[in-house]
């Protein structure tokens, strides 16, 4: 029988249909309930507004970079997580597939997004270094906290949801072409064949939302005794 507490991700190209604003409640936040939860929160502020001075209103090149980042924490948290459980001879509860299915979501947005941002080489060094400096510390972090570590995501999340929305925004404006979606969103989420930059933004809005609700839970157990 399985486990009603355990929390999956579902995959978004499933709920493509399903992807009411208020449902996903798009200004959701989490308030900091420790010094752990204000210093992820703080850490994610900061990382924001790096991220607002490099890509002020390029959000399709903020995207690809900041995607490169999204998809570590997954990787590290199901490779700790696997590693905890052999060590402890248990049960993951869920986690594993969960964590790593949400990696390979987010390396998704990534080939989306490069299929229609073409970023500079300058850029692409970006996220050598960035990368490299954010798998190292999440490690640590995940070692040391992994409570902290899924609050950060959580709270990493929420700021992908407003940028994305903003995305949407300048969209809506005109300010940035809505050009057609690469065949590979299409196949991914199970689009229309007609569909465009708009739809492939949205659900992918719809992936971050997701992302910051397990994040948050998976910490939210974590500190309440729920999990190992």
Known sequence: ?????????????KIYEHLDEASLELEKHYTPGGAS????????????????????????????????????????????QHLKCLRRLCDD????????????????HLMAFMEIIHPAWYER???VIVQAIFYNAFFL???ISDKTAHRLVGYFEEEAVISYTLYLQRI?????ENVPAPQLAIDYWGLPEDARLREVVEVIRA????????NHRFADRIAAGQHY
């Open 1 to 13: 029988m399985s486990d009603p507490d355990r929390t999956r991700i579902t995959p978004s190209r």
């Open 37 to 80: 939860d204000r210093f992820a929160m703080a850490m994610v502020k900061m990382l924001r507004f790096i991220a607002d001075t490099f890509f002020a209103k390029r959000y399709g090149n903020r995207a690809i970079v900041l995607e490169t980042v999204a998809a570590v924490p997954g990787m590290v948290g199901g490779t700790l």
């Open 93 to 108: 509860e869920g986690w594993i597939f969960t964590l790593l299915d949400e990696a390979e979501n987010e390396r998704m």
């Open 125 to 127: 060094l970006i996220v």
């Open 141 to 143: 972090l995940y070692l």
């Open 172 to 176: 809506d404006s005109g300010d940035e």
């Open 207 to 214: 992936d971050e939302v997701m992302h910051r609700d397990t």
